[in-house]
Structures are given as C-alpha cells and as structure tokens.
C-alpha cells in the first residue's frame, strides 16, 4: 500500500542527490510540481531520465540538479528549442551535462524492460542511425531461431520514478487516462516511486479509458491539484500555452533564467502556475 | 517564413509555405495510415482528411490511433488528440504493435538537415557529436518511422543550409550515405519516396537513390532550386509544375491553421 | 477498414486446409461459434495454436480439423481432462496429434513478438523445467549488456487470428472489455483475423475499462450473438457451467462424441448452444 | 474425497481436505500478494482473505489485479473475478509486469506430482513425454509462478502417486533433480517453502532441500504419512500438530465452498 505524502516530504525522503531519477508524461499529465519541489530541495548530480524533456527538465538542468540526461527528444513542444539544455551541453552551464541519447521506440522498450524484470529489449530500431555509435546502451543482439541481428537497448531501472496522474484512492490506488505515455512503465520499472495527483478519493470512480495502478507497486502518492501545471490534465485543466511561449524568452538569457528560479521556485512555497 | 507569391488560375493569393502544405497533403490516400509528426506533416495530414482522404487513418506517436482532431494539435500529445481518437494505447505498443510491423503505410518526416539520399538529422550541426555546434531536440519517434513505414514522405523548406550534402548526424535513415546502406538493413519499409518543399518536389533516382528535382512549385525556376540545394541538384528529364491550391484547398487550410491560436511548432 | 461478413462465409474464406489457426479468449470470449464453423466447414490439417485450449478445441480435434497443437495448458476448466485431446495424443484417434508446449508466459510473449513484427521474444522463462528439451522455438539469448542467459520463444504468427468481443461497429471497430487475454495480440500477430461479435453497433459507446482493435487492423467482423456460448461475455450472458460438466461426459467415449458431432454440429445450421 | 474425522476441542468436526485448505490459509499473511491458481490455492487465499489476511493481495493469471471475488471462482477466468479487481490487464502484462520482475511475495502452486526436492509435474505420466501413459493439462502459468515469486507453497493430496522419488516431467522447478540445480539458475524466487497436505505438511532441509515431514494433521500419524509419500520420508526432530480449524475458520470454509455451485476444480 502506498503511503499518502505531503509532496515536500515525499521528495526529501524519496529523491537523494546522485539518484537516477524519471520525471515521465508524454505533453499530457507532466510531474512538473514535483520537479520543481526537487529544484527546491535543492538535489544535486541527477542522472535525469525521460523521454520527452521540455520545460521542467530545461528548468532543472539549469538549475543545476542533473549532470546526466538520457532521452530521445528534447524540446519545448509547439514552441522551439529548450535554451537551458542547450546552454548546458554547448557551454556546460551552470555545470556539465552528460547525455545519453536513443530514439522514442528504444526509450519505451528500455523502460518495457525495466518494468518486465529484464535485463535488456529487443527492437527493430536505430538501423542505418548514427545512435549506437556514440550511445554505450545501444546494442545488438542475433535471434536465435532465425540468425537475424536485431538491436538491444539496456533497461532501464531508475532509483526513483515520477508521474503525475488524476485520482488516487486512500490505498494509494492510481487511476490515469488521456494519453498515458510510458508512465505505467516508468514506475514499475524504478526502485521508488511517487505519483502526485489532482485529487485522493474514497473510491475511484469507473472511468472509461482509464488505467489503474495498484497501490502496492507504488511507494508514495501526494495529492497536487495542479501539479501538472503549464501541462494538462484530461477532465480537470487545458494546457497553458502561452507558459510554453513566454518560458522561450525566459529561458533564453541566464539572468533572466536566475531570477525565475529565485522568484518563481525558492521564493515560493510553490510555484504559482 | 513566407515565399513568392503569384496569382494561380484560382485567383487566390498563397504563400509557397501554402503550397508545400497542399503538396503534401494531396501525396496522402485515401484509407492511407498515416504515422504523423507535429508542424507540417501535422497540418497536412489533417488537411487531406478534409479534402481528398477522409477514410486517412492517422497515428500520433502519442499512442493516439485514428484520431480525427476538430482542430490542429499544438503537440504530439494534445488533448484533442486523445478525444477524437478510436484507440489511445500506451508509447510502448504505438511502437511496438502498431509502427514496428511494418503495418503503417505512411510516415510523415520533417528534420533540420537532409541529405542528397534521403537520410534526416534533427540531432547536432556540426561534427563533433559531444561538443556540437548546435544541439537539436533528438530523434523522437524519427528512426523508427523512417525504418518501418511502407514509405517516407519528407517535408521541409529548401535552403542550402537544411539540404546538405552529406547530414551532420544521420538520425533517420533514408537511402545510407551511399544511397545503397538501406538495402543492406533488412527494413520493412522501402524509404523516403518524395521530399516536398516550398520550391517544388524531390524524388529519389531509382538506381542511384539519389534526390532528384520532379515538380516545381508554379513560378518557382530551377536555378532557384539549384541555389536552394547543397549540393549539384539534378534535374529530373520531365519537370512538372504543380497545380496551384484550390481554392476550397487554402480555405479549409486557412480555417485549420487559424484553430491553432498560437503558431505551428517548429 | 474490416469487411463484416456472414460468419459461414469469413470461415469460406479466411480459414484454409493446413492453415495455422489460433482461436484465442481466455475462458471469457471463446470464439466458440467459430470454431463450430470450422468444423462444419470440414477443415483438415490445420496447427491449432491457444494458450488454454479447452471444451472448443477438444471438440476439433476430436473432429479431425487438427494435427498439430500449439498450446500452453489443454484442461476442461473447473472440471477436468480434456477427453478427445487425451485420445489424440495418447492413441492417435481420430488422427495422431503432434504438440507444441509452452509455458503461459512463453506463449504470451510468442504473440507479443508476433504483433511486435519481432522473430522471438524474451522472458525469464523455462528455467529448471524439462520443456526446451522438448520444444524447438525454446531456446536461449545472452543479454549484450550483462552477459546474463535468458529464454527466448519463437514468434508466432498465425495464418487466421478469431476471437470474440462484445461489439463493433460498421467499420470494424473492435470494442472488448473484461478479461482480454491475449486476443489483441493474436488478431495483430496474425496474417488475417475474423473477429465475432455480440452486435454491430452504429457507434461504440463509452465503456470503463474497454481496449478498442481499429478496423483496419481487422480482416473480417460476423455478428454472432452468443457466438461465445457455453463461455460467457461479460455484459451479455453468464458462463453455462453445466455445458462444460456436461461434455465430461460426452466426451469421455467416442461414440457419444460422433453423436454429439452428427446432430450439433454438423446436422445443425449452428450450434444450439 | 473425504480424510479422517475427528472431535476438536471446537467441537466441531472437519474433514482433512478442511484442515488442508485451513492450514494453507493460514500460510499467508496479511498484506501479502499472492499469485493465485484456481482449485485449492484459491480457495485457500479466499478463506485468508476473510480470515486473518484481509489486505492480502490476489493476482490470477487471467489479469485481475487486486481481486476480491464475493463467491470462489469457478475458474481462472470467472468473471466476478474482473468485476472486483483493482486493475483488469491482459495476459502479457500479467506475467511481465506482475510476475516477472519478482513483485509477488507468494506464488501458490498444485500438481500431479510432486518430488522430494519440491519439483511439480503437471504434464504427462510415463516416461515418455511424445508417448504417455496420462497426458495431463501442461505447464500453464506454473513454471514462471515457480520460478518468480520471492516463495513458492504447494497444496496437494498426499499420496504414493503424487508424492514421487523423482517427477516424470520437470514442468515447476522447485529444487532441482538434485536439490542444489535450482542455485545455478539464477531465479528471482528462492523456492518452495512449504508442501502442505491433507496428513500434515512438509518443508524443504535448510541443507539437503529435501522435503521433510515438519507438521502432522490432528490425529495422523507419522507413519500413515510415510506409507503415503513415494520416498524414505525423514521426519524433523520436533513435529508439531497442526491446530485444528476453528469454528469461525470452517464456517467462512463452507460458506464460500457452497457458493462454488458444482464443485472445486480438479
């Protein structure tokens, strides 16, 4: 049974400074609470890990929380570029950023494997790509009944999984639809995990489309209304677009950057929005 | 980004973006599906499913499948998307069972560089992968589309800049840096069939794969094209010139594009 | 788009002499009629592939339509043995039966790779036990990261996918909730698929917990009301539990069961029950 | 079939398939998840879930996670058990998910036969597997069960027919053919725990793995055991006797058997 958390105790007691930590949602439900109470707590040398790093990873990396990202695309979606992540890599600002980079189809396979108890995945993928060359976890591995070669990507086990989804029950009990991405995976897969979610209720309600997570292959949920915030929540909130637009300007110049974090993340119990 | 501008047949103005998005969407069939990416291969898709192909089946890596959105999505996980979709599955089976098999007619690419054989980079500029002269976002689903659809359809705008000789990285794979590596790989898919740009249409050579220049957009020159590439561009034996947006073709893609509020993704 | 067709008639077409055929649903939503069909239709020589083939199967084998199985667990489901299988393998009647046998998990994850577009799949599998010495698509893959051994199975990719599901409408969308087994996997790891439904409905409506297979990836969808019957289909009818005690008997001795075949099978349009 | 009767201090009297059911109950504790087969073990897991265990966690291998079945399930599929669960997923998940990674505490296993090193057969009789004196129903989800769950109880019949030197088919590996084999394999779940039977119940030597005689049901004797098991029954220095049901224990027993309707599964 999952334990229900106040979101900062739930951070300090599950995210320690060195841990590999899976921030997951896919544009849809976005931990992005959670990632700032991280920035907040101030963790250090994260190896970061997600699919799709947009706002919350550009304003984490430049914080300063990670000096590690595994990916497979990272930008501001509908937007651009993410300037704190390029920042990082083309000039190693406010510290160096290691990155370990594969395709969409590996990165969901790699947490497949994870959460399957499996060492590695098999996929048809990153043929004819310059990937494996400069990515160790990329590999290939030859089927034994028909000889082909196909390729194999290392799983992937994070020390701690995030997601953000709608309802909880008081056993902790996960309830998510819309687009859900690799958010399932990306628990089951990690040693811990917190789910921060819109609301806790007696009893989750029939939903169509909707996906349960037990409560017992969770460590801890927190409830944020909110907490997916300039993201989406299917049934409660729109996305806030012009968040995505205005963080193009912040982002860009790392005074302006500085003065984000402090106003809108260290000087704020939580952020506004 | 807005083009030469000209007054077709139909007597509307449009822009040469206009028509690379009407290109692209006229290349779709009906009953067609579709695998398709935020922008312009977006917004195409959306539009031949209100012109031609209203039987287009579209799939968004968002694990959104025949999705029929009453207005563009503003990202690959919009929440229109879900709505209006027959299925929404997890990432991993979009990937898994539904592009994998080779059961996607359609994958619909868009890149910062590409090459004289079709193969895509949205990763670095620059040659040095750790220390980049400009980081791109990545490959995303790219790879795998580019690997396992029956065909590629490729949109960008022409510059010298974005159709290099020979990509930086090499993210998806078109033809190989020779143009004969693909034959080599055992994919499902057969590679990109036509890059469509905002000064006419490529194609690839069938012996050499190498791009070719087949269409031009109307008023648009060769010497254009040939300034707008690369590399030495050849010229297909029969050039045609394609027919300009109709007029029912720019309103409903003026209507499309107006839903968006806030601008196409770059 | 699927094409919805009389069910004699996506039988007349779909399914071939010497075809691998895989009639999936896991005690929920056994293609029940269709595989009646296919014994009216005299089907010979086909590799009859179920993860637990039961009352279904037990009758076309003893019909004849099969001489090879490919199965993970063959029982009478809160009854006992399956009689006609028995006597397939143990005395050859009515024709010898050759076996193909897996493990659940092993068979789950032949259909995961076959709707992956994948040669073999991977799983901790087997270990210890006595089936690879008999199974040739067992084998075993070494991990490229960790150098660990694990199991691989043979994809399976049949000729004919059938199944059964509550509805779907006039495109061939497959609506199915409950227990789903593995029947996605088997319609999207076959060549061809038939898919029997409760009824054809103008519009799916919303339904908690339902997966939806899109039209175009379906070959062919019959109405066939209580097409699952003696199984049951959750929203439409229970499980006639007598049926299955029932053919205990029926089937235990060879005569009664070339009585059955005469008068419920073949002496009838379809299947009283 | 009906075991020896008796007077406990309840009172009340039971049979021994009673005992056997309670005694395996009794087995799992409270807040457990327990990967559950159909038969004994789920009526077993039932009675502890109405009894000491109500958080326990059931799984069935047909995808109900977190099921709560108001009556027995007649099969591994009964509906009631998708109508109660926290989560319906499909068979894939359920194994690779669930079972796989070594997330249930406790598997609960039945069989044909069962060997002195823990080994279940529930796929042929003779020593021929392409020609057997008794096919059997196969492997099911036993194997992975066997292999993944961090213990493994057996609930069976005792008998010199079930209880055997050496099984004729590996289908479960407990401890191997030699009682160390099991080590080598590298498995998540460290093995059976516990036989538990209609005359007591046995539990593997710490060193030998051999199953040993550790418990005795009310009023059986040591001997009527060893005439029951295929091997040289060893027997542990202190034998306790197992309590016998409750009046509260038989009780929930009967009411949940009654609600099976025509009969447990064989």
Same mark, same amino acid.
């Given at each position: 049974?999952?334990?229900?958390?106040q979101?900062d105790?739930?951070?300090?007691?599950?995210?320690?400074?060195g841990?590999?930590v899976a921030?997951?949602?896919?544009t849809?439900?976005?931990?992005?609470?959670?990632?700032?109470?991280?920035?907040?707590?101030?963790?250090?040398?994260l190896?970061?890990v997600?699919?799709?790093p947009?706002?919350?990873?550009?304003?984490?990396?430049?914080?300063?929380?990670?000096?590690?990202?595994?990916?497979?695309w990272?930008?501001?979606p509908?937007?651009?570029?993410?300037?704190r992540?390029?920042?990082a890599?083309q000039?190693? /600002?406010?510290?160096?950023?290691e990155i370990?980079?594969?395709?969409?189809?590996?990165?969901?396979?790699?947490?497949?494997?994870g959460a399957?108890?499996l060492p590695?995945?098999?996929?048809?993928?990153?043929?004819g790509t310059d990937?494996?060359?400069h990515?160790?976890?990329i590999?290939t591995?030859?089927?034994?009944?028909?000889g082909?070669?196909?390729a194999?990507?290392?799983?992937l086990?994070p020390?701690?999984?995030?997601?953000?989804?709608q309802?909880a029950?008081?056993?902790?009990?996960?309830?998510? /639809?819309?687009?859900?991405?690799?958010?399932?995976?990306?628990?089951?897969?990690s040693?811990?995990s917190?789910?921060?979610v819109?609301?806790?209720?007696e009893?989750l309600?029939?939903?169509?489309?909707?996906a349960v997570?037990?409560? /017992?292959a969770?460590?801890?949920v927190?409830?944020?209304?909110?907490?997916?915030?300039?993201?989406?929540?299917?049934?409660?909130?729109?996305?806030d677009?012009?968040?995505?637009?205005d963080w193009d300007?912040i982002?860009?110049?790392?005074?302006r950057?500085?003065? /984000?974090?402090?106003t809108?993340i260290?000087?704020a119990?939580?952020?506004?929005? | 980004?807005?083009g030469p501008?000209?007054?077709p047949?139909?007597g509307?103005e449009?822009?040469?973006?206009?028509m690379?998005?009407?290109?692209?969407?006229?290349?779709?069939?009906?009953?067609?599906?579709?695998?398709?990416?935020?922008?312009?291969?977006?917004?195409?898709?959306?539009?031949a499913r209100?012109?031609?192909?209203?039987?287009?089946v579209?799939?968004?890596e968002?694990?959104t499948?025949?999705?029929r959105?009453?207005r563009?999505?503003?990202?690959?996980?919009?929440?229109?998307?879900?709505?209006t979709?027959?299925?929404v599955?997890?990432?991993?089976?979009?990937?898994?069972?539904?592009?994998?098999?080779?059961?996607?007619?359609?994958?619909?690419?868009?890149g910062?560089?590409?090459?004289?054989y079709?193969?895509i980079?949205?990763?670095?500029?620059?040659d040095?992968?750790?220390s980049p002269?400009?980081r791109?976002?990545?490959?995303?689903?790219?790879?795998?589309i580019?690997a396992?659809c029956?065909?590629?359809?490729i949109v960008?705008r022409h510059?010298?800049?974005?159709?290099?000789?020979?990509?930086?990285?090499?993210?998806?794979?078109?033809?190989?840096?020779?143009?004969?590596?693909?034959?080599?790989?055992?994919?499902f898919?057969?590679?990109?069939?036509?890059v469509?740009?905002?000064?006419?249409?490529?194609?690839p050579?069938?012996?050499?794969?190498?791009?070719?220049?087949?269409?031009?957009?109307?008023?648009?020159?060769?010497e254009?094209?040939?300034?707008?590439?690369?590399?030495p561009?050849?010229?297909?034996?029969r050039?045609?010139v394609?027919?300009p947006?109709?007029e029912?073709?720019?309103?409903?893609?003026?209507?499309?594009?107006?839903?968006?509020g806030?601008?196409?993704?770059?």
């Amino acid at each position: 049974m999952a334990r229900i958390l106040q979101l900062d105790t739930a951070v300090a007691e599950l995210v320690n400074d060195g841990d590999t930590v899976a921030l997951e949602g896919f544009t849809h439900l976005i931990p992005v609470a959670a990632g700032h109470q991280i920035i907040r707590a101030r963790r250090r040398n994260l190896t970061l890990v997600r699919m799709t790093p947009d706002v919350i990873y550009d304003q984490m990396i430049g914080a300063g929380c990670a000096d590690k990202l595994v990916f497979s695309w990272g930008g501001n979606p509908g937007v651009g570029s993410l300037h704190r992540f390029r920042d990082a890599i083309q000039h190693s /600002w406010p510290v160096p950023l290691e990155i370990e980079e594969h395709s969409h189809a590996g990165m969901a396979n790699r947490y497949v494997a994870g959460a399957s108890g499996l060492p590695f995945a098999v996929l048809r993928g990153y043929a004819g790509t310059d990937l494996p060359e400069h990515t160790d976890t990329i590999s290939t591995v030859r089927c034994p009944f028909t000889g082909q070669e196909l390729a194999a990507v290392a799983a992937l086990n994070p020390d701690v999984g995030v997601i953000h989804a709608q309802r909880a029950d008081r056993a902790g009990n996960v309830q998510l /639809w819309g687009i859900s991405g690799v958010q399932k995976e990306a628990v089951l897969a990690s040693r811990r995990s917190l789910v921060t979610v819109e609301e806790v209720v007696e009893r989750l309600p029939e939903q169509p489309g909707a996906a349960v997570i037990p409560g /017992w292959a969770v460590t801890a949920v927190s409830e944020v209304p909110g907490g997916a915030r300039p993201s989406y929540a299917q049934g409660y909130y729109e996305r806030d677009n012009g968040y995505y637009q205005d963080w193009d300007a912040i982002s860009r110049d790392r005074d302006r950057f500085l003065e /984000w974090l402090e106003t809108e993340i260290h000087g704020a119990e939580r952020s506004p929005r | 980004m807005s083009g030469p501008r000209t007054e077709p047949a139909t007597g509307a103005e449009f822009s040469s973006d206009e028509m690379m998005t009407v290109a692209a969407a006229r290349s779709l069939s009906d009953e067609a599906v579709c695998f398709v990416g935020i922008g312009l291969p977006s917004t195409a898709a959306n539009l031949a499913r209100r012109t031609h192909a209203p039987g287009l089946v579209l799939l968004y890596e968002s694990g959104t499948l025949g999705t029929r959105p009453e207005r563009l999505p503003l990202s690959i996980g919009d929440g229109v998307l879900a709505e209006t979709a027959d299925a929404v599955v997890g990432v991993p089976e979009v990937f898994n069972y539904w592009l994998q098999p080779g059961r996607v007619d359609v994958g619909f690419l868009g890149g910062a560089q590409v090459d004289r054989y079709g193969n895509i980079n949205t990763t670095v500029i620059g040659d040095d992968y750790r220390s980049p002269k400009v980081r791109l976002p990545g490959a995303g689903g790219a790879p795998e589309i580019a690997a396992s659809c029956k065909e590629v359809l490729i949109v960008m705008r022409h510059s010298p800049r974005a159709f290099v000789p020979a990509v930086d990285f090499v993210t998806s794979v078109g033809y190989g840096r020779d143009g004969r590596a693909r034959d080599r790989l055992g994919l499902f898919g057969s590679g990109p069939v036509r890059v469509i740009t905002d000064l006419g249409v490529l194609e690839p050579d069938p012996e050499t794969r190498e791009l070719v220049l087949t269409r031009l957009a109307p008023e648009v020159e060769v010497e254009q094209v040939r300034a707008a590439t690369g590399w030495p561009l050849r010229v297909a034996e029969r050039v045609e010139v394609q027919q300009p947006p109709t007029e029912n073709e720019l309103r409903i893609l003026r209507d499309l594009k107006a839903t968006l509020g806030n601008g196409e993704s770059s």
